[in-house]
């Protein structure tokens, strides 16, 4: 940070506090609000060719602001990334204006670039199934097998992150019919958890060679410590080359389907979002985009006159 003046890095530092104490943001999102506005600072510096006080701050551009959008976009930031740069900076912007009492409006006027959201990549109903069959086959010993297909059905079948089913520790096994799962920014959800994942995971527990202790986690590595995600991305890997499946067939594709496959079977798009642990509705909406282009091809392909 040593192109921003101290001024500014203490009240980057004091909203960055405020966000993790009073908008529960997680970890990965403070360090890229960090980022984002470290990187927009640092231009205006450079731009002024002075650090940039809190005063020269208020007094910002929309010429400014043009002048560090199409610096990013030069440097190959794409517009997905730079609307969320843009998010940061604005939401720094909102509070320090608050504090400092000035208007903010070439800031909070800025448009951000248009991009095309992706939509979730779910696997079909019996890619999935084959998924979680095929991952069984991958491993070199029994329990190995059996704790992979014990993730990977509970990605499918609870429509968790794959950070939130290794998080799970020996304290929550057996699994009981409802789990409380600490998702994104200390969210907290109540998923049901279906008779097939509770039995993988018994059959799991059961061939699983290193002691459970209730402040250890649920799910092993070979050599006893906690499994590391990157295991599972692999053993999905493996299974999804076997199985012809295109590269988005990761563990979060799992999550995907889990909501997809919820959405198509008649679910409530309300409910979705509190199985999701989503904060907003408008993310559990791309779902209904997906189904939508689902129901299309079928029509396409079945309509008498396609």
């Given at each position: 940070m040593t192109l921003i003046s101290p001024a500014c890095r203490d009240a980057l530092s004091s909203w960055l506090d405020g966000q993790k104490a009073l908008a529960g943001a997680a970890r990965n999102t403070i360090t890229a609000y960090q980022g984002d506005v470290v990187e927009f600072l640092s231009f205006m510096t450079l731009h002024h060719g002075e650090p940039q006080g809190l005063g020269a701050l208020e007094r910002i551009t929309v010429a400014d602001m043009r002048a560090w959008m199409a610096q990013a976009r030069a440097g190959g930031v794409g517009a997905r990334s730079l609307a969320r740069k843009l998010s940061a900076v604005k939401s720094?912007?909102?509070?320090?204006?608050?504090?400092?009492?000035?208007?903010?409006?070439?800031?909070?006027s800025t448009r951000a670039p248009k991009f095309q959201k992706k939509l979730p990549r779910p696997l079909a109903e019996d890619a999935a199934r084959a998924m979680i069959d095929t991952v069984e086959l991958q491993a070199a010993s029994g329990?190995?097998?059996?704790?992979?297909v014990a993730v990977v059905t509970l990605l499918y079948g609870c429509g968790l992150?794959?950070?939130?089913?290794?998080?799970?520790?020996?304290?929550?096994?057996?699994?009981?019919a409802t789990l409380r799962i600490l998702g994104k920014g200390g969210k907290e959800r109540v998923v049901p958890v279906i008779a097939p994942a509770r039995d993988a995971v018994a059959t799991y527990l059961r061939l699983c060679p290193h002691p459970q202790q209730n402040d250890a986690a649920l799910f092993r590595g070979t050599r006893g410590g906690p499994l590391?995600?990157?295991?599972i991305q692999s053993v999905m890997a493996r299974?999804?080359?076997?199985?012809?499946?295109?590269?988005?067939?990761?563990?979060?594709?799992?999550?995907?389907?889990?909501a997809t496959h919820l959405l198509s079977a008649?679910?409530?798009?309300r409910a979705?979002?509190?199985?999701?642990?989503?904060?907003?509705?408008?993310?559990?909406?791309?779902?209904?985009?997906?189904?939508t282009a689902r129901l299309m091809e079928v029509y396409d392909r079945a309509h008498p006159r396609a």
């Open positions: 720094f912007y909102r509070w320090l204006a608050d504090r400092e009492g000035f208007e903010p409006t070439a800031v909070l329990w190995v097998a059996a704790r992979d992150r794959i950070s939130e089913a290794l998080g799970l520790t020996g304290a929550d096994a057996p699994l009981p590391n995600p990157r295991a299974a999804r080359l076997q199985l012809g499946l295109p590269a988005t067939a990761t563990p979060h594709a799992m999550r995907h389907s889990f008649g679910g409530d798009l979705i979002q509190e199985l999701l642990g989503h904060a907003s509705l408008s993310t559990t909406q791309a779902y209904t985009a997906v189904d």
